[in-house]
C-alpha cells in the first residue's frame, strides 16, 4: 500500500514527507480516533451473457440497469447488429434476450423471453470481469471480486477499493474510535471508458445512481464536529457523498443519480482522505485521484509505484491519499 502525503506532522514521510511504503494491515493505524470511514455496499450483478444470434454467430449482451418499464433492462451488446429491435439473442435452450429499442446514447433497452430476468441472471448470468481481463471468470473470482461486506446487487463492477479488506479488519476500526459508514452506488461500464479527446469537459459521464442513509448524513456531521475527517474507500464512494453534498458540504439523504465528473481543482466539500488502486491510463478515475494530489504529486506517486513493483487495477494494490489541508483541491492541469 502507498501512503500519499501526510496529516502535516510528518509521520509517513519517506524523506520527501510525501511517500511511504506501508501493507494494507497498516491501515487502521493511520485512520485517528474520531474520523469516519465510508463503504460503498453494491454487490456485482452476473449481469454478462454469452449467447447466439440465429445465424449461430456468437453474441454477447451486458445488463446496465433495469429500465423504467417493468420487465426491461438497459443494456449494452456486441456485435451492434446483433441487438437491433425485434432481434434476439439465445442464452439458453428456452431463453433468450430480444431487443427492444436503442436509446440515444447507443445502449439497448431489452427483455427476456422465456425466463424471468432474476432466473437469467441466476442461471445463464456470469460475473462481468473488467474489460482488461480477457479471461473468464472462475471459481476464485467470485470471491474475490465482491467485497466481504457487498450487500445488495446493482454493478457492473466492483468498487475495488473495498477488496481489501477482510472482516478482522473492519472490525478493529469501531474498537479503535472510527465508526464505519455505508452507502451505495451503482457502479457502471462508463467507469472503464477512457477520456478519449483533449478536452476532459467533453468527455461523457454515463449516469450512476446512489443511495445516502439518513444515517450516514448524521455520521458525517458528528465528524465534522468533533474536527475529523471521512474517508472514502473507492472513488464510488467519493463520487456519491459529493454529488449529494451542497456548496456547504451538507449532505442529501435518499436517493439519487449522478455524472459528476471530478478532475484537479475540484472543490471537494466532503471528503478528506481516500483509499483507492491504481487506475488506468487516461480515466476518469484517475482524474478524480489528481483532484486530491494534483497532477505533479500523482505523476510521482505512479512513478514510484511502478519503481517499486506495485500491482495496478482492480485486482492491484491499494493506494492512500491524504490531502494536505481539508478543502485544499490542487487546482493544478
Same mark, same amino acid.
Given at each position: ?103 440515444? #446514447?447507443?445502449?439497448?433497452?431489452? &427483455?427476456?423471453?422465456? =425466463?424471468? /430476468? !432474476?432466473?437469467?441472471? +441466476? *442461471? ?13 471468470? #472462475?471459481?476464485?473470482?467470485?470471491? &474475490?471480486?465482491?467485497? =466481504?461486506? /457487498? !450487500?445488495?446487487?446493482? +454493478? *457492473? ?13 473492519? #472490525? ?11 452507502? !451505495? ?149
Amino acid at each position: 500500500m502507498l501512503v500519499v502525503g501526510n496529516a502535516g506532522n510528518g509521520e509517513w514521510g519517506m524523506g520527501n514527507g510525501s511517500l511511504a511504503d506501508r501493507t494494507f494491515s497498516d491501515l487502521p493505524s493511520l485512520i485517528p480516533a474520531g474520523d469516519l470511514l465510508v463503504l460503498n455496499t453494491t454487490r456485482v450483478r452476473h449481469a454478462r451473457f454469452i449467447g447466439q444470434r440465429p445465424s449461430g454467430a456468437p453474441a454477447e449482451v451486458l445488463l446496465i440497469h433495469p429500465s423504467s418499464t417493468p420487465g426491461e433492462w438497459v443494456a449494452l451488446g456486441k456485435p451492434g447488429s446483433a441487438m437491433k429491435p425485434g432481434q434476439r439473442i439465445r442464452i439458453g435452450p428456452e431463453a433468450e434476450i430480444e431487443t427492444v429499442g436503442v436509446l440515444e #446514447d447507443g445502449n439497448r433497452v431489452v &427483455r427476456f423471453i422465456g =425466463v424471468s /430476468a !432474476e432466473a437469467a441472471i +441466476s *442461471v445463464y448470468g456470469r460475473l462481468p470481469l473488467p474489460p482488461y481481463i480477457t479471461r473468464d471468470p #472462475d471459481a476464485d473470482d467470485e470471491d &474475490r471480486y465482491q467485497t =466481504v461486506y /457487498a !450487500e445488495r446487487e446493482g +454493478s *457492473v463492477a466492483a468498487p475495488t477499493a473495498g477488496l481489501h479488506f477482510t472482516p478482522a479488519l473492519l #472490525d478493529t476500526l469501531p474498537a479503535r474510535g472510527v465508526p464505519v459508514a455505508r452507502l !451505495e452506488l451503482e457502479v457502471g461500464p462508463g467507469t472503464f471508458k477512457p477520456v478519449e479527446g483533449e478536452d476532459i469537459t467533453a468527455h461523457p459521464m454515463h449516469p450512476e445512481c446512489y443511495f445516502i442513509p439518513e444515517d450516514l448524513v448524521h455520521a458525517v456531521a458528528d465528524t465534522r464536529a468533533r474536527g475529523g475527517s471521512v474517508w472514502a474507500v473507492g472513488t464510488t464512494v467519493v463520487r456519491a457523498l459529493e454529488a449529494a453534498a451542497d456548496a456547504t458540504g451538507q449532505l442529501m439523504a435518499g436517493p439519487g443519480e449522478t455524472r459528476l465528473m471530478i478532475t484537479p481543482g475540484y472543490p471537494l466539500r466532503v471528503v478528506d482522505r481516500l483509499i483507492t488502486n491504481f487506475h488506468l491510463p487516461r480515466s476518469t478515475l484517475l482524474m478524480l485521484v489528481s483532484a486530491f494530489t494534483g497532477v505533479p504529486a500523482l505523476h510521482a506517486a505512479y512513478a514510484h509505484a511502478i519503481a517499486q513493483r506495485y500491482r495496478f487495477y482492480s485486482y492491484g494494490d491499494a493506494m492512500v491519499v491524504m490531502r494536505s489541508e481539508k478543502g485544499d483541491a490542487s487546482s493544478e492541469k
